[in-house]
């Protein structure tokens, strides 16, 4: 990774082959929440993992100018009743760009050509220690409205000491990002769409629930 950044002006506008498999022609287009105007949109493909992994979207720009498109703060809800639906998951760390080559260098920022659509994929990581891990199987919709602003810095601040330290590969600190991410969450509850009627649980009820949650160990 190297600024992470790639502007994309006119050599993704012509990528029509992104439109993605048989599961993406049934998502619907949402407004990519807090990006300016409404030119913006996005919506899940797939997601390839379990507790963390590989969220597959496609953004695309209906727009006449350029448009700028971050991860950072996304979140997303599964289908269902969230009484029984299994964890949230939100984005943490860079991102790439799907080509017919296979996956760009991670980046954190995309500038998307008017008219472009594009296909990425966000890593992702479970909100929600106490619920059970999604799989493939699991439908997804983008929330509504980022994570707020303190919870998103810290996770996404955090999250770039652990890559570095890890020579920016993923796959290595995916086990420390996750201990992060449910950490910060879990320090100052703060009520997500999708929340379950008890979800806010006391003080007193968390660390026991933690205990009884099979999580990896934050690596020293």
Avoid at 135 to 164: C, G, Q, W, Y
Avoid at 166 to 192: C, F, G, M, T, Y
């Amino acid at each position: 990774m190297r600024k992470f950044l790639l502007s994309v002006v006119g050599v993704f506008g012509v990528i029509a082959f992104l439109a993605g498999g048989a599961a993406a022609k049934n998502a619907k287009y949402r407004k990519v929440p807090g990006a300016k105007g409404k030119a913006l949109e996005m919506r899940t493909i797939t997601y390839n993992g379990s507790t963390n992994g590989r969220m597959v979207i496609e953004v695309t720009n209906t727009g006449k100018t350029k448009q700028s498109f971050d991860a950072a703060g996304l979140y997303f809800v599964p289908g269902g009743d969230p009484e029984k639906a299994p964890q949230r998951l939100g984005a943490a760390g860079p991102f790439e760009v799907v080509t017919k080559k296979g996956t760009s260098e991670a980046i954190e920022q995309l500038d998307v050509a008017p008219g472009a659509t594009v296909k990425l994929e966000l890593h992702v990581f479970c909100i929600d220690s106490h619920r059970s891990s999604p799989d493939s199987s699991t439908p997804f919709e983008v929330a509504a409205k980022r994570m707020p602003k303190k919870l998103r810095t810290e996770i996404n601040a955090e999250t770039k000491k652990i890559l570095k330290k890890h020579k920016n590969k993923v796959a290595p600190a995916a086990s420390e990002i996750q201990s992060h991410v449910w950490k910060s969450r879990d320090a100052k509850w703060i009520e997500l769409e999708g929340e379950r009627a008890n979800e806010k649980s006391s003080d007193d009820d968390r660390p026991q629930q933690r205990q009884e949650r099979r999580r990896p160990r934050r690596q020293k």
